[in-house]
């Protein structure tokens, strides 16, 4: 949750600049107020609080329903802090220095950069932003190793859109995952495309949105049939039977707590 809002000072921006020993984000709000979002080690993700649960930096207020449910979502990779873009309806611009560039998949983050996320129109159609300036006191800077062999790359899968096959890749090796329903099946390719749309970038799909996909809008069911998350569950659980080595600790298709799910995948050409 955003914290510690403040009133007006004289700069002309509400509230005075928190400094923090630790990552951060120093966040302005569309109307000026200030306040401080620690960083923690795991993955922080931003955009806006519903009735099923909240991100864990939600900015609110967005009267105009502007912020995704996940926007965009920031983690620690090899050394460096990251921002991806969430496949959001209204995209995540990177300021840095004077100079602004949409996140399109994955973009490192620089000591002093800000991430804006529109959170209002005024009457005359101008747009507002939230403003998050990345505070690190490190000073994180871009890796200077050499990136890792195949044989170190994370475990994931890879979807060759033309013969409609799914492959996971594991130190180095390739093998076919086979056997796959079509309702895994749908739910891979689903979120294969999206991953491909979103730079090669997985995206957190909503457990409402996967229900959609996989049967149709409740005015769709037949009589006396309706679908939930228990029956998407079951959906998952045998994905995961097929494609992770232990399925009760997935490293794939991975939970977004009170979201959905998101999956590891690249895809080939289309």
């Not at 611009?93 to 998949?105: A, C, K, N, P, S």
């Not at 983050?109 to 959170?119: E, K, M, N, P, Q």
């Amino acid at each position: 949750m955003i914290e510690a809002m403040t009133p007006t000072d004289d700069s002309g921006e509400r509230g005075t600049t928190v400094k923090s020993r630790v990552t951060c984000f120093r966040v302005t709000s569309p109307d000026g107020y200030r306040s401080t979002h620690e960083l923690g080690a795991g993955r922080t993700r931003i955009g806006r609080a519903t009735v099923d649960g909240a991100p864990e930096l939600v900015l609110d207020p967005d009267p105009h329903r502007l912020v995704s449910r996940v926007h965009c979502i920031v983690e620690h990779v090899d050394g460096a802090w990251t921002v991806t873009d969430n496949g959001s309806d209204n995209g995540t611009i990177l300021r840095r220095g004077g100079e602004l560039t949409r996140v399109l998949g994955t973009t490192e983050l620089r000591h002093g950069d800000a991430v804006l996320v529109i959170g209002d129109i005024t009457p005359a159609g101008e747009p507002r932003y939230w403003k998050l300036t990345f505070d690190d006191p490190f000073r994180t800077e871009a890796a200077t190793v050499a990136a890792p062999p195949a044989t170190g790359e994370a475990p994931h899968l890879t979807y060759d859109w033309l013969q409609m096959k799914v492959y996971r890749v594991e130190g180095g090796a390739k093998q076919e995952i086979t056997g796959l329903a079509p309702q895994s099946h749908r739910l891979i390719r689903y979120l294969a495309e999206l991953s491909r749309l979103n730079n090669g970038s997985p995206v957190a799909c909503t457990h409402t949105e996967l229900i959609h996909m996989l049967w149709g809008r409740p005015e769709e069911w037949p009589p006396s049939r309706s679908y939930d998350e228990t029956n998407l569950r079951n959906v998952v659980t045998a994905v995961r039977k097929r494609i992770e080595r232990d399925p009760a600790n997935p490293l794939l298709l991975q939970t977004e707590r009170n979201i959905g799910y998101r999956l590891l995948i690249k895809v080939g050409p289309a």
